[in-house]
């Protein structure tokens, strides 16, 4: 009994984590579009808390410095949940390397990828609203390259 319990503690620790990269089951329910907009809406959020933290550093009042400390908090979040999707979903789940003629479209996919993901870094590491209008720009490159024109209008129709 006692190992039942330990294992069911076990599941609910571990599960929230297995959730958050989908389910690598593979259960074959995807939504590409929806992972999209989250990280265009991830550097937003990021966008807006970089703001914020410039705003609220020239003050020196107890409740400036703690909405500060948490924008700082949001930007970091925001900034790893953008490369855990990325990781998680796209780079692990969904772009399968290739070979032969398709083997340059799988190097840009994987490389924009991972500039996003660097970028996402930055962000974390600085206050330059740069990174993240960088960011946003490689990320509608990389949706030029991996989504057709359904796709792309699905894109559109999330954004409205």
């Known amino acids: ?22 389910c690598q089951v593979p259960c074959g329910i995807y939504d590409d579009a929806a992972r999209i907009i989250q990280i265009k809406e991830d550097f937003e959020t990021i966008k807006k808390a970089m703001f914020n933290i410039k705003d609220l550093s020239k003050k020196e009042n107890a409740l400036s410095l703690n909405q500060l400390s948490r924008w700082v908090s949001t930007k970091e979040s925001h900034a790893t949940d953008i490369q855990n999707r990325i990781n998680h979903y796209f780079l692990i789940q969904r772009i399968k390397p290739k070979k ?29 609203t740069k990174n993240v209008t960088e960011a946003l720009s490689l990320l509608d490159k990389f949706v030029d390259s991996y989504f057709d024109e359904h796709g792309k209008d699905h894109i559109k129709q999330l954004e409205h």
């Open 1 to 22: 009994m006692k190992h039942l319990t330990n294992m069911t503690v076990l599941i609910f620790l571990v599960l929230p984590i297995k959730l958050f990269s989908h």
């Open 100 to 128: 032969g003629k398709e083997y340059d479209l799988y190097a840009t996919q994987t490389t924009l990828l991972h500039q996003v993901m660097i970028l996402a870094m930055k962000c974390k590491q600085t206050v330059d």
